[in-house]
Nanobody
Framework: QVQLVESGGGSVQAGGSLRLSCVVSGDRDYTSSRRCMAWFRQVLGKEREAVATIHTLAGGTDYADSVKGRFTISLDNAKTTAYLEMNDLKPEDTAMYYC???????????????????WGQGTQVTVSS
């Protein structure tokens, strides 16, 4: 069984920063086969949208246009923790943020939530104006 646990959410004022973390644990086979990690966000009543992706082997990253230049996705050396550094936060960034992982295949911002096989429970980010 694979577990993804997010942390780091909170409330900040516009222009502030937050750093989200996602720790992956559990099945070793899945962990070693994992190729793509992503951060999604969702506002109540709206679809879940991809924010950033990172390929766990090649290191390539991809971002939604709405966060380019402000958000940075990264991995620790062990590749068991994914981070999302969020700067210059805006009220429209307010959402529940989820970490996701998938095995094999492509890794880019256009993948759908259904393309991912493991999810965290989410961490809330609230940005006030």
């Amino acid at each position: 069984q694979v577990q993804l646990v997010e942390s780091g959410g909170g409330s900040v004022q516009a222009g502030g920063s937050l750093r989200l973390s996602c720790v992956v644990s559990g099945d070793r086979d899945y962990t070693s086969s994992r190729r793509c990690m992503a951060w999604f966000r969702q506002v109540l009543g709206k679809e879940r949208e991809a924010v950033a992706t990172i390929h766990t082997l090649a290191g390539g990253t991809d971002y939604a246009d709405s966060v380019k230049g402000r958000f940075t996705i990264s991995l620790d050396n062990a590749k068991t923790t994914a981070y999302l550094e969020m700067n210059d936060l805006k009220p429209e960034d307010t959402a529940m943020y989820y970490c996701a992982a998938r095995v094999g295949g492509y890794c880019y911002i256009g993948l759908r939530p259904a393309d991912y096989t493991a999810w965290g429970q989410g961490t809330q980010v609230t940005v006030s104006s």
